[in-house]
T-cell receptor
Framework: GAGVSQSPSNKVTEKGKDVELRCDPI?????LYWYRQSLGQGLEFLIY????????KSGLPSDRFSAERTGGSVSTLTIQRTQQEDSAVYLC????????????FGPGTRLTVL | GDSVTQMEGPVTLSEEAFLTINCTYT??????LFWYVQYPGEGLQLLLK?????DKGSNKGFEATYRKETTSFHLEKGSVQVSDSAVYFC?????????????FGTGTRLTIIP
Protein backbone atom coordinates (compact mmCIF):
# COMPACT_ATOMS: atom_id res chain seq x y z
CA GLY A 1 0.00 0.00 0.00
CA ALA A 2 0.93 3.65 -0.15
CA GLY A 3 3.42 4.92 2.36
CA VAL A 4 3.59 8.23 4.17
CA SER A 5 3.68 11.08 1.70
CA GLN A 6 4.84 14.64 2.29
CA SER A 7 4.55 17.77 0.23
CA PRO A 8 6.26 19.73 -1.02
CA SER A 9 9.47 17.72 -1.29
CA ASN A 10 11.49 20.93 -1.42
CA LYS A 11 10.60 24.42 -0.31
CA VAL A 12 12.73 27.52 -0.65
CA THR A 13 11.42 30.62 1.04
CA GLU A 14 12.56 34.03 2.12
CA LYS A 15 13.15 34.92 5.72
CA GLY A 16 9.97 36.24 7.32
CA LYS A 17 7.55 34.34 5.09
CA ASP A 18 5.12 31.69 6.36
CA VAL A 19 5.27 28.09 5.12
CA GLU A 20 2.96 25.10 5.35
CA LEU A 21 4.20 21.54 5.20
CA ARG A 22 1.78 18.70 4.59
CA CYS A 23 1.81 15.07 5.68
CA ASP A 24 -0.48 12.29 4.47
CA PRO A 25 -0.11 9.30 6.79
CA ILE A 26 -0.67 5.67 5.91
CA UNK A 27 -4.39 5.00 5.79
CA UNK A 28 -5.68 3.73 9.12
CA UNK A 29 -2.70 4.90 11.16
CA UNK A 30 -4.01 6.71 14.21
CA UNK A 31 -0.70 8.15 15.40
CA LEU A 32 1.25 10.81 13.52
CA TYR A 33 4.59 12.41 14.36
CA TRP A 34 6.65 15.33 13.14
CA TYR A 35 10.45 15.45 13.40
CA ARG A 36 13.13 17.82 12.21
CA GLN A 37 16.49 16.69 10.87
CA SER A 38 19.18 19.32 10.73
CA LEU A 39 22.96 19.23 10.59
CA GLY A 40 23.47 20.82 13.95
CA GLN A 41 20.69 19.11 15.90
CA GLY A 42 20.34 15.63 14.45
CA LEU A 43 16.83 14.18 14.53
CA GLU A 44 14.59 16.19 16.81
CA PHE A 45 11.04 15.28 17.89
CA LEU A 46 8.52 18.08 17.36
CA ILE A 47 5.00 16.83 18.06
CA TYR A 48 2.82 13.75 18.26
CA UNK A 49 -0.86 13.34 17.37
CA UNK A 50 -3.13 10.57 18.55
CA UNK A 51 -6.15 11.03 16.33
CA UNK A 52 -6.60 14.79 16.03
CA UNK A 53 -5.23 15.52 19.48
CA UNK A 54 -1.68 16.52 20.39
CA UNK A 55 -1.14 15.82 24.14
CA UNK A 56 2.06 17.84 24.38
CA LYS A 57 3.26 20.68 22.16
CA SER A 58 6.39 21.47 24.14
CA GLY A 59 8.63 19.90 21.50
CA LEU A 60 7.82 22.66 19.03
CA PRO A 61 10.92 24.93 18.88
CA SER A 62 9.06 28.23 19.26
CA ASP A 63 5.61 29.78 19.11
CA ARG A 64 6.17 30.39 15.40
CA PHE A 65 5.58 26.67 14.92
CA SER A 66 2.12 25.13 14.98
CA ALA A 67 0.61 21.87 13.80
CA GLU A 68 -2.83 20.50 13.29
CA ARG A 69 -4.41 17.30 12.17
CA THR A 70 -7.90 17.00 10.78
CA GLY A 71 -10.15 14.00 10.30
CA GLY A 72 -7.58 11.79 11.95
CA SER A 73 -5.62 11.89 8.72
CA VAL A 74 -3.76 14.76 7.04
CA SER A 75 -1.53 16.96 9.15
CA THR A 76 -0.09 20.39 8.47
CA LEU A 77 2.98 21.88 10.11
CA THR A 78 3.02 25.66 9.82
CA ILE A 79 6.04 27.86 10.42
CA GLN A 80 5.34 31.57 10.66
CA ARG A 81 7.90 34.30 10.03
CA THR A 82 10.55 31.77 9.00
CA GLN A 83 14.13 32.24 10.13
CA GLN A 84 17.32 30.84 8.64
CA GLU A 85 17.72 28.47 11.58
CA ASP A 86 14.43 26.82 10.51
CA SER A 87 16.24 25.37 7.47
CA ALA A 88 16.12 21.59 7.86
CA VAL A 89 14.43 18.46 6.60
CA TYR A 90 11.03 18.03 8.21
CA LEU A 91 10.00 14.41 8.56
CA CYS A 92 6.57 12.99 9.20
CA UNK A 93 5.87 9.48 10.46
CA UNK A 94 2.74 7.49 11.24
CA UNK A 95 1.99 4.32 13.14
CA UNK A 96 -0.81 2.02 14.17
CA UNK A 97 0.26 2.80 17.73
CA UNK A 98 -0.83 -0.62 18.98
CA UNK A 99 0.45 -3.30 18.91
CA UNK A 100 3.53 -2.80 16.76
CA UNK A 101 4.31 0.86 17.50
CA UNK A 102 6.50 0.90 14.40
CA UNK A 103 6.76 4.36 12.93
CA UNK A 104 6.83 4.60 9.14
CA PHE A 105 8.58 7.69 7.87
CA GLY A 106 7.85 9.85 4.87
CA PRO A 107 10.56 11.14 2.53
CA GLY A 108 10.63 14.54 4.18
CA THR A 109 10.33 18.15 3.11
CA ARG A 110 13.60 20.00 2.70
CA LEU A 111 13.06 23.60 3.80
CA THR A 112 15.58 26.26 2.91
CA VAL A 113 15.15 29.75 4.32
CA LEU A 114 17.19 32.36 2.49
CA GLY B 1 15.37 13.69 30.21
CA ASP B 2 15.61 10.82 27.77
CA SER B 3 18.72 10.62 25.65
CA VAL B 4 20.59 8.34 23.29
CA THR B 5 24.36 8.35 22.92
CA GLN B 6 25.61 6.81 19.76
CA MET B 7 29.06 6.01 18.45
CA GLU B 8 30.27 8.89 16.37
CA GLY B 9 31.19 8.33 12.78
CA PRO B 10 32.00 8.20 10.12
CA VAL B 11 32.90 4.52 10.13
CA THR B 12 34.67 3.00 7.14
CA LEU B 13 35.09 -0.76 6.83
CA SER B 14 36.11 -3.23 4.19
CA GLU B 15 33.56 -5.65 2.79
CA GLU B 16 33.07 -8.76 4.98
CA ALA B 17 34.40 -7.00 8.07
CA PHE B 18 32.63 -7.26 11.44
CA LEU B 19 30.57 -4.24 12.42
CA THR B 20 29.69 -2.85 15.83
CA ILE B 21 27.98 0.49 16.34
CA ASN B 22 27.63 1.33 20.02
CA CYS B 23 24.46 2.80 21.49
CA THR B 24 23.66 3.60 25.11
CA TYR B 25 20.60 5.30 26.48
CA THR B 26 19.16 7.14 29.45
CA UNK B 27 15.45 6.87 30.09
CA UNK B 28 12.94 6.52 32.86
CA UNK B 29 10.76 3.45 32.86
CA UNK B 30 11.07 0.75 30.27
CA UNK B 31 11.55 2.15 26.80
CA UNK B 32 11.42 0.24 23.54
CA LEU B 33 14.63 0.43 21.53
CA PHE B 34 15.11 0.70 17.79
CA TRP B 35 17.70 0.95 15.07
CA TYR B 36 16.68 2.95 12.01
CA VAL B 37 18.65 3.13 8.77
CA GLN B 38 18.75 5.85 6.12
CA TYR B 39 20.16 4.72 2.79
CA PRO B 40 21.49 7.38 0.42
CA GLY B 41 18.62 9.36 -1.06
CA GLU B 42 15.98 7.43 0.87
CA GLY B 43 13.84 7.97 3.95
CA LEU B 44 14.28 6.49 7.39
CA GLN B 45 13.43 2.81 7.67
CA LEU B 46 13.09 0.62 10.71
CA LEU B 47 15.94 -1.91 10.77
CA LEU B 48 15.18 -3.77 13.99
CA LYS B 49 13.62 -3.32 17.41
CA UNK B 50 13.44 -4.76 20.92
CA UNK B 51 10.68 -4.01 23.37
CA UNK B 52 11.96 -5.45 26.65
CA UNK B 53 15.15 -6.41 28.44
CA UNK B 54 17.14 -9.28 26.92
CA ASP B 55 15.13 -9.17 23.70
CA LYS B 56 17.22 -9.52 20.56
CA GLY B 57 16.13 -7.72 17.44
CA SER B 58 17.41 -8.96 14.09
CA ASN B 59 16.99 -8.17 10.42
CA LYS B 60 19.11 -8.38 7.25
CA GLY B 61 21.96 -9.99 9.20
CA PHE B 62 22.02 -7.18 11.78
CA GLU B 63 21.41 -7.88 15.46
CA ALA B 64 21.06 -5.88 18.65
CA THR B 65 20.28 -7.04 22.20
CA TYR B 66 18.45 -4.90 24.75
CA ARG B 67 20.77 -4.83 27.78
CA LYS B 68 19.05 -3.18 30.71
CA GLU B 69 21.99 -3.66 33.08
CA THR B 70 24.31 -1.68 30.83
CA THR B 71 21.56 0.47 29.22
CA SER B 72 22.88 -0.48 25.81
CA PHE B 73 21.59 -1.60 22.42
CA HIS B 74 24.69 -2.11 20.28
CA LEU B 75 24.22 -2.92 16.60
CA GLU B 76 26.29 -5.77 15.14
CA LYS B 77 26.72 -7.54 11.83
CA GLY B 78 29.14 -10.35 11.19
CA SER B 79 29.99 -9.58 7.55
CA VAL B 80 29.10 -6.24 6.04
CA GLN B 81 28.40 -5.58 2.38
CA VAL B 82 28.76 -2.51 0.22
CA SER B 83 24.96 -2.24 0.21
CA ASP B 84 25.03 -1.67 3.98
CA SER B 85 26.52 1.78 3.42
CA ALA B 86 24.05 4.15 5.07
CA VAL B 87 23.45 6.27 8.16
CA TYR B 88 22.31 4.29 11.21
CA PHE B 89 20.26 5.83 14.04
CA CYS B 90 19.66 4.34 17.46
CA UNK B 91 16.38 5.44 19.06
CA UNK B 92 14.23 4.87 22.11
CA UNK B 93 10.48 5.15 22.39
CA UNK B 94 8.93 6.59 25.51
CA UNK B 95 5.46 7.56 26.63
CA UNK B 96 5.11 10.34 29.18
CA UNK B 97 1.72 11.68 30.21
CA UNK B 98 0.20 10.29 27.03
CA UNK B 99 2.83 11.85 24.81
CA UNK B 100 4.71 9.32 22.72
CA UNK B 101 7.97 10.12 21.00
CA UNK B 102 11.15 8.66 19.58
CA UNK B 103 14.41 10.09 20.84
CA PHE B 104 17.21 9.57 18.34
CA GLY B 105 20.96 9.39 18.56
CA THR B 106 23.01 11.61 16.28
CA GLY B 107 23.47 8.92 13.65
CA THR B 108 26.53 6.99 12.47
CA ARG B 109 27.52 7.14 8.84
CA LEU B 110 28.83 3.78 7.65
CA THR B 111 30.78 3.34 4.42
CA ILE B 112 31.76 -0.11 3.19
CA ILE B 113 34.64 -0.34 0.74
CA PRO B 114 34.74 -3.23 -1.74
Amino acid sequence: GAGVSQSPSNKVTEKGKDVELRCDPISGHTALYWYRQSLGQGLEFLIYFQGNSAPDKSGLPSDRFSAERTGGSVSTLTIQRTQQEDSAVYLCASSLYYPTYEQFFGPGTRLTVL
Amino acid sequence: GDSVTQMEGPVTLSEEAFLTINCTYTATGYPSLFWYVQYPGEGLQLLLKATKADDKGSNKGFEATYRKETTSFHLEKGSVQVSDSAVYFCALRTINFGNEKLTFGTGTRLTIIP
